[in-house]
């Protein structure tokens, strides 16, 4: 009865747009299929390294991308878990954690209540996620034991299964070629780097050489964090309500540059525009829909506010619970932010 009710809240909580899950991923995953797959080091939560390289040519590789606070996750798991007590020796089963508004100490807490035996694999960054076009949660990748990405998907049904049993028997041995460490995209300068960004409205944020000498605020939000989160992360939902209020009495003030970055997981243009309708959003909006701008500043959670002067220099990294008109006030003077 509690599954059953935790999964009516999930639908009642998600927009219009989460029966589309299946439908994203195999889209997200229509130039992947095919194709040779990431020869890859991961790392697991218990410090174990994963050589998808040389599985690659021995057995197949089932990835199920997953995240803690996700209830379709949570109600696939105990599929998940049986696999792989049943995957034997031709296929390797491994979860990845998407890191965005996670954790590896709630990773580390859910398993222990579930008592999940399979490799976890924490995906710090988001460069897993790039690399298999992560767009939903969860998001199953196989991989044939030819070393080719044969399967992508998001439900638990007789697709996924037909591609595990043809994973295996997948002849062809893969291209020998060295594995590479997950790369790190997080851009550690404390410039904001050049770049235009189109915004939902049909114009272009430029930030760092070229754009107008003034303070700029990125502001990076999700546009289910306040309703989908209100249960499992209520804390979470919280911190994004007061940031965004918080935007809102300080964005009319002249003088600073204010954009919106919203999170393209589980997220796409008509659902950014409905939120900004919704709570009367002012600021410009962008939406991130391959996560590069989330990677390229190293953001995993939301809110997360970067804030950088009229140089382009990044001067402040806030989350949720900081106070923004504060935050504000070294950037245009005393007395300027309210």
């Known amino acids: 009865m509690r599954r059953l009710l935790l999964l009516c809240l999930w639908m009642l909580a998600l927009p219009s747009w989460a029966d589309s899950g299946q439908q994203r991923a195999v889209a997200a995953g229509r130039s992947l299929v095919g194709t040779p797959a990431p020869r890859l080091r991961l790392t697991t939560i218990d410090g174990q390294t994963i050589d998808l390289g040389k599985l690659y040519g021995r057995k197949a590789v089932y990835l199920k991308f997953w995240a803690t606070w996700c209830v379709p996750c949570r109600e696939q798991m105990p599929h998940f878990e049986r696999t792989f007590e049943q995957a034997g020796s031709d296929l390797e089963v491994i979860a990845v954690d998407v890191g965005f508004e996670d954790s590896v100490e709630q990773v580390r807490k859910y398993r222990r209540e579930m008592g999940l035996k399979m490799p976890i694999v924490f995906d710090t960054d988001g460069t897993l996620g790039e690399a298999f076009r992560l767009r939903v949660t969860p998001q199953h ?39 590479t460490e997950v790369p790190t995209h997080r851009d550690t300068d404390e410039r904001l780097p050049t770049l235009a960004i189109d915004t939902l409205d049909g114009g272009r944020f430029r930030i760092g050489a070229g754009a107008p000498a003034q303070p700029t605020v990125l502001v990076f939000v999700s546009p289910w964090c306040e309703s989908y989160l209100a249960d499992s992360r209520p804390a979470v939902a919280a911190a994004c309500r007061r940031m965004r209020e918080q935007v809102a009495s300080l964005s009319a003030a002249p003088g600073v540059r204010w954009l919106g970055i919203a999170s393209g997981l589980w997220a796409e243009r008509a ?68």
Not at 142 to 163: K, Q, S, T
């Open 141 to 179: 990748v196989v991989i044939g034991r030819d070393g080719r990405i044969a399967f992508v998907g998001h439900e638990v049904n007789d697709a996924l299964e037909h591609a595990l049993v043809a994973a295996r028997h997948a002849d062809a041995a893969p291209p020998v070629a060295p594995s």
């Open 271 to 338: 659902d950014v525009e409905a939120w900004g309708r919704k709570h009367a959003v002012a600021i410009p909006l962008a939406l991130d829909t391959d996560g590069a701008l989330f990677r390229r500043f190293g953001v995993m959670h939301v809110p997360t506010v970067l804030l950088a002067d009229a140089q382009g220099r990044i001067v402040r990294r806030l989350d949720g619970q900081a106070d923004l008109a504060a935050a504000l006030r070294p950037l245009l003077g005393a007395g300027k932010a309210h």
